[in-house]
């Protein structure tokens, strides 16, 4: 009688092996060179709803989701050339009753001589979790309208607020004087910035990157001249590089980034700002120092959250940073920060060099 020894010495009669594979709780298959079944396990039978009398007669593109037929195929053809020695595959079964079934494989070639002989596979039922996956995405993308709707809705509505406070501003001068009317402005003000970045991350989410050239220094310059940055120092190191990247996201991040440094000035009030730019292992690295009062530790893992202020000395949306990561990562590369209080912080966009 066959045995098998198991790694601990112990040993396994070729019956045993047999009951293990049988009750193993993923379904197991041997497929030979014509895509006929050699072996299927019970489990297997579960999953299809297939008996192994009616597996005999078919092939595993039988009981493949027409959809899933080509690039199955493809990777069937390159084990069988040997291209490749196994693959690992998500795809879609026809059960017996019609059902569609999502199924994960890992699949193995098994040659005799050099010789492509059958494949072993594995087989394990993930319609559950591509289920939850599908309601997941669902729910992200009506979020996401949500906040498009949302943030567009409420754009008119705010800008007529503005105007007319800068109307009854003007038109009665004792108003500037009024606690109840400069607290109103500066509820419509926070309204404006707050909406401003709701319409920010839909665009984010619509933006299709562009990869195009862009000269670095002349988009931090822009920038910055955009913003007010008077009373600012501001220094840079190495930025007269062309990088491959989407313009309009790498804008929107440094933007943020830089807005971030500028809000949080010294104490002393001169607020200084260092944007540095290190090529390295395939990757590019923009870096914004700035000399604020610093980020505390517990802090530093939160301030890319959506709606968190690390101080409340903040008149931003608490979403700049939020921004930030988000345009980044569409564009593939990380965000990171470090901070010392009391010295300043450090903000790093590491984007891929492509």
Same mark, same amino acid.
């Given at each position: 009688? @066959? ?44 999953? @299809? ?195 491959? @990247? ?66 409340? @000395? ?41």
């Amino acid at each position: 009688m @066959t045995t098998i020894r198991s790694v601990e010495g112990s040993v396994f009669s070729e019956e045993d092996f047999r009951k293990m594979v049988e009750h193993a709780p993923i379904g197991i298959l041997i497929i030979d060179r014509s895509m006929t079944w050699r072996f299927v396990n019970q489990r297997f039978c579960e999953i @299809t709803g297939y008996s192994r009398e009616e597996l005999a007669g078919k092939t595993f593109l039988d009981i493949t989701y027409k959809e899933d037929i080509e690039n199955n195929l493809t990777l069937y053809q390159q084990l069988l050339d040997g291209k490749i020695n196994e693959y690992f595959y998500e795809k879609r079964y026809v059960r017996k009753n019609g059902d569609i079934i999502w199924v994960r494989l890992a699949v193995a070639g098994v040659r005799i001589e050099g010789n492509y002989s059958h494949m072993v596979v594995s087989v394990q039922d993930i319609d559950e979790s591509k289920k939850y996956q599908k309601a997941l995405e669902l729910k992200n993308e009506e979020l996401d309208l949500l906040f498009y709707k949302a943030s567009h809705d409420l754009k008119s509505p705010v800008t007529t607020l503005s105007g007319l406070c800068h109307l009854l501003r003007h038109d009665h001068e004792g108003l500037s004087q009024d606690e109840s009317f400069l607290h109103l402005e500066q509820t419509v003000k926070r309204l404006q910035i707050q909406n401003e970045a709701l319409l920010q991350l839909t665009r984010i989410h619509d933006l299709k990157p562009v990869i195009e050239s862009v000269k670095l220094d002349g988009l931090v310059k822009r920038i910055l001249k955009e913003m007010n940055v008077n009373g600012t120092e501001i220094k840079y190191t190495d930025l007269e590089v062309v990088i491959q @990247t989407d313009e309009s996201l790498l804008s929107i991040a440094l933007r943020s980034i830089l807005d971030n440094g500028l809000q949080f000035k010294n104490l002393s009030g001169h607020a200084r700002l260092l944007v540095d730019f290190v090529h390295s292992q395939g990757r590019n690295k923009i870096t914004v120092t700035d000399n604020g009062p610093g980020i505390p530790d517990h802090e530093i893992s939160h301030i890319f959250n959506m709606f968190y202020k690390a101080s409340e @000395t903040s008149g931003g949306s608490g979403m700049g940073l939020f921004i930030a990561k988000k345009a980044i990562e569409k564009l593939n590369g990380e965000l990171m920060a470090s901070s010392t209080l009391g010295e300043g912080s450090s903000f790093s966009l590491v984007l891929p060099d492509v």
